[in-house]
């Protein structure tokens, strides 16, 4: 199984920007977001089975960020709203046939895709 992010770019405060990850193969995976910011660990951000049926997010974007995932498809989309300057930063896909990514690491990672706040 292969990820493939994109979606990232440049976008003001109070923006909204949409990240999209497509996996390639077996599609009952759980997807979903981290994100990574220089000298900082990678932190969990959004994740949604592989039907969509369960969603979890990180408290610091709950009710701004949307992850979308539809039942049977391989592609989880990250809808950001209301876009803070801390938002910023390199935003990996990742998915796991087990894992929902609360307590527990994804085994699959994509590339990452930068997402730059201005203020």
């Known amino acids: 199984v292969q990820l493939q992010a994109s979606g990232g770019g440049l976008v003001q405060a109070g923006g909204s920007l949409s990240l999209t990850c497509l996996a390639s193969?077996?599609?009952?995976?759980?997807m979903g977001w981290f994100r990574q910011t220089p000298g900082h660990e990678r932190e969990f951000v959004a994740s949604?089975?592989?039907?969509?049926?369960?969603?979890y997010y990180a408290d610091s974007v709950k009710g701004r960020f949307t992850i979308e995932r539809t039942s049977g498809k391989n592609k989880a989309d990250l809808h950001m709203n209301s876009l803070k300057p801390e938002d910023a930063a390199v935003y990996y896909c990742?998915?796991?046939?087990?894992?929902?990514?609360?307590?527990?690491?994804?085994?699959?990672w994509g590339q990452g895709t930068q997402v730059t706040v201005s203020s």
């Open positions: 949604a089975t592989w039907n969509g049926g369960a969603t």
């Open positions: 193969g077996y599609t009952r995976f759980t």
């Open positions: 990742a998915a796991d046939p087990e894992c929902a990514f609360v307590g527990c690491s994804p085994s699959l």
